[in-house]
């Protein structure tokens, strides 16, 4: 792990915790080794991961299970911060904090989160290796077995994880662009087209709207300076319209089953993609609203306008839906983007659950445990604070798990497999 720092020019020097011969955060855990049935439904785990000065973590090792890893503790104490690393692994960022050199550890000049993935397609066995380093001023490197990428968003989708986080409260209670975006990530996931499509179409966005600027502040108009932007528009955005709409049109009944699961069908729920242009009609539309956009300064339709509408019977889900129901609601969203990315993907993602149990009853905990013990889910890393509740449904659930203990003074007590392992 230093030597990769120190070779990329990221590190230069020891780490403390090295150089004082200070122990790890995380002590190293011993998995027992699991039986062919029991890996059989898993195509991708992570089977071993370290950090070094990743937020609040000094030094971590840890050598994981490839069903479920729980990690255990009060709050502020870093639980969440290793599964944030795990989310670093897969995506090339953090889910909490945009801002890489904000992860780095108070003090320390860069950080680094190490994994090692193996992958199972039937026909053999390999592991992958990824490294992502951030040292302050310097540009994020991120390698694949050893070699670095030259773009990173050509690690979207290799190692998909999905997040489930108190903070996706936010899709149902904010703007649309929140709800845009998640939409967008998820196709862009397996369509890297799809990404290059609408990062043009953006950047046109942006254009023409420093073009409508210009226009005001300049007191001019001038129309046959907006078609060239508008010719180049609207195929774009007719791609865009179709793909959102095709993933909808596959995404709706994987959500709609899986929460028939959790509530036991008590709920009626429902999705779909709200958008002011029909299709076929993107261009007349821009004609249609050059008025507009003259007076407020900025292009007022378009696919960057578009909404993913979230109902409770027939009614917005926002304003209509209680804490719990919007909880289960999240969780089915999540969940089923889960197996949508492994369909589309080819490989089951790596299931990330900070800190959500304790706004959820006690039966629908146990229906996400029994959704989790299914077949269609691989690996997955739970966070609590609670240090008896997730094994106690985990051993209900049959499922096969290692836990760990974080202690608020950064030493982490390890349960032995031997006693949190199903046999």
Known sequence: MLSFLISSGILRG????????????????KIAKVTESETSSI???????QLLDFKNHEEVEL?????????????????TNVLD??????????YFNPIDSQNIRHGREAFLVEGAFALDDGAGEQTDRVACAVAKGQKKLLKRNGKAYSKLADH?????????APADAELILDGSEVRRKWMDMVISQYDRPYLDRLMQYQHLVQQRNNLLRF??????????????????????AESIAAERARFLAEFTPEFDRIHTSLCKGRESVGMSLSTKVKSGEFGKALVEAREDDRRLRRSTVGVHKDDVLFRIGDHPLKRFGSQGQQKTFLLALRLAQVEHLARRVGRRPILLLDDIFDKIDAHRAGALMSTLAGERFGQVFISDTDPER????LRDAEVPFAAWHVTQDGVVAITEPSNTSTP
Not at 156 to 164: A, E, K, L, N, S
């Open 390 to 393: 997730i094994p106690a449904l």
């Open 156 to 164: 979207v989708g290799r190692y998909p994880v999905v997040m489930i």
């Open 215 to 236: 226009f005001a502040e300049n007191r001019v108009w001038d129309e046959g300076q907006l078609e060239p932007w508008d010719e180049r528009m609207v195929p774009l």
């Open 43 to 49: 195509r991708m785990c992570l089977t071993r991961m």
């Open 14 to 29: 020891k780490s403390r915790a090295t150089s004082e011969g200070r122990s790890p955060l995380l002590r190293t855990a």
């Open 63 to 79: 050598d994981l299970c490839p069903q479920v890893n729980c990690l255990l503790g009060d709050n502020g104490t870093g639980k």
């Open 85 to 94: 690393a795990v989310h670093y692994l897969g995506n090339a960022k953090g």
